[in-house]
């Protein structure tokens, strides 16, 4: 049990939660316009595989970062084609698109690398860390040290702007004028219609906001936490993004402090693992890997009846005439 340090867990769900915030993010904008995005998984998975391929080749990772912003676009502007333009089911487009990118994300890597659809390590192609100026003049300080150089100090850039999106999407969402149209969008389109906002168009830039946050997640899991791409790397942080919504009832502070959590307990699960727990002894590697997904399910049945969510969410806008 001494072997468990909370330290270390917080270091690692700061290090995590970039992945789950930018895709909440993300899911927000499409959410609160009216557009259920399943899609989220295949959007970071798809750009994580760009970002690994164009890092690797031009060993920059800003030019990674830039390709899975517009790999995560393209799907986002196929799903708004499909639910907008075509008024087609919002849920059956978003599992197509996860199903899609899933297989043709392994094919091309095998196509490309040879190596059972991974890539090479970066290497070069990856961000450093930044440290906040004097930290090493502190690094002796009790607990002050430790916060500035690893919790708060130590990190990539794309940490702090995750951080940083933060407060930024809540002041877009509630305080500007596409923040009001995309509410009324996604609450009443008829009534948003006929104050003449063009209901489509608003759902189209809600996706591409959301596919740019998206890309920005799937940058961050390929190009920082790993290094690579691997075959399927998102293992469910899209959905985990999408229960951090309901968690946070489409809100964007609640919604990060969602992601958070989820988090916080998939670093517990990495240090759980090994670690012998009075009476119980040793945890069974695989029960600790469903940690996480416990929390989901726990979390749905807890907060689906108290979450409130947009009025118009999965119904397709008809223009009356």
Same mark, same amino acid.
């Given at each position: 049990?001494?072997?468990?340090?909370?330290?270390?867990?917080?270091?690692?769900? $700061?290090?995590?939660?970039?992945?789950?915030?930018?895709?909440?993010?993300? !899911?927000?904008? %499409? #959410? &609160?316009?009216?557009?259920?995005?399943?899609?989220? #998984?295949?959007?970071?998975? !798809?750009? %994580?595989? %760009?970002?690994?391929?164009?890092?690797?080749?031009?060993?920059?990772?800003?030019?990674?970062?830039?390709?899975?912003?517009?790999?995560?676009?393209?799907?986002?502007?196929?799903?708004?084609?499909?639910?907008?333009? =075509? &008024?087609?089911?919002?849920?059956? +487009?978003?599992?197509?698109?996860?199903?899609?990118?899933?297989?043709?994300?392994? @094919?091309?890597?095998?196509?490309?690398?040879?190596?059972?659809?991974?890539?090479?390590?970066?290497? #070069? *192609?990856?961000?450093?860390?930044?440290?906040?100026?004097? /930290? =090493?003049?502190?690094?002796?300080?009790?607990?002050?040290?430790?916060?500035? &150089?690893?919790?708060?100090?130590?990190?990539?850039?794309?940490?702090?702007?995750?951080?940083?999106?933060?407060?930024?999407?809540?002041?877009?969402?509630?305080?500007?004028?596409?923040?009001? &149209?995309?509410?009324?969008?996604?609450?009443?389109?008829?009534?948003?219609?006929?104050?003449?906002?063009? @209901?489509?168009?608003?759902?189209?830039?809600?996706?591409?906001?959301?596919?740019?946050?998206?890309?920005?997640? *799937?940058?961050?899991?390929?190009?920082?936490?790993?290094?690579?791409?691997?075959?399927?790397? +998102?293992?469910?942080?899209?959905?985990?993004?999408?229960? %951090?919504? @309901?968690?946070?009832?489409?809100?964007? @502070?609640? /919604? /990060?402090?969602?992601?958070?959590?989820?988090?916080?307990?998939?670093?517990? =699960?990495?240090?759980?693992?090994?670690?012998?727990?009075?009476?119980?002894?040793?945890?069974?590697?695989?029960?600790?890997?469903?940690?996480?997904?416990?929390?989901?399910?726990?979390?749905?049945?807890?907060?689906?009846?108290?979450?409130?969510?947009?009025?118009?969410?999965? $119904?397709?806008?008809?223009?009356?005439?």
């Amino acid at each position: 049990m001494d072997d468990i340090q909370l330290s270390s867990i917080l270091v690692a769900m $700061v290090r995590s939660a970039p992945v789950l915030i930018f895709a909440a993010l993300g !899911g927000l904008f %499409a #959410e &609160r316009s009216g557009i259920v995005d399943i899609s989220l #998984e295949g959007k970071i998975l !798809g750009s %994580a595989f %760009a970002s690994a391929c164009v890092s690797y080749a031009t060993q920059n990772p800003w030019f990674g970062v830039l390709a899975g912003i517009a790999v995560s676009c393209l799907l986002a502007l196929l799903h708004g084609y499909v639910c907008i333009r =075509q &008024r087609g089911n919002q849920l059956v +487009s978003g599992m197509a698109i996860n199903i899609a990118v899933s297989g043709l994300t392994f @094919v091309l890597a095998q196509f490309f690398f040879q190596q059972g659809g991974r890539s090479p390590s970066l290497d #070069e *192609g990856r961000f450093g860390v930044l440290n906040i100026p004097g /930290t =090493q003049a502190l690094a002796d300080v009790p607990l002050l040290g430790w916060l500035l &150089r690893q919790l708060i100090g130590g990190h990539t850039v794309l940490v702090y702007l995750a951080f940083l999106a933060v407060p930024l999407v809540h002041w877009v969402v509630n305080h500007t004028r596409f923040g009001l &149209r995309l509410r009324a969008v996604g609450d009443n389109p008829h009534a948003a219609d006929t104050a003449g906002i063009n @209901v489509g168009r608003t759902r189209f830039l809600a996706l591409l906001v959301g596919g740019v946050l998206c890309g920005l997640s *799937g940058a961050y899991l390929a190009i920082v936490q790993t290094g690579f791409f691997l075959s399927d790397m +998102s293992a469910g942080n899209g959905f985990l993004a999408l229960a %951090a919504l @309901v968690f946070g009832s489409w809100r964007a @502070v609640h /919604t /990060t402090l969602g992601c958070l959590m989820f988090a916080f307990f998939s670093a517990l =699960q990495i240090q759980l693992e090994g670690v012998v727990l009075p009476v119980i002894g040793k945890v069974p590697g695989s029960l600790i890997q469903m940690i996480p997904y416990i929390v989901t399910v726990i979390i749905l049945a807890g907060f689906m009846a108290k979450s409130v969510a947009p009025k118009a969410i999965g $119904v397709p806008f008809i223009k009356s005439r």
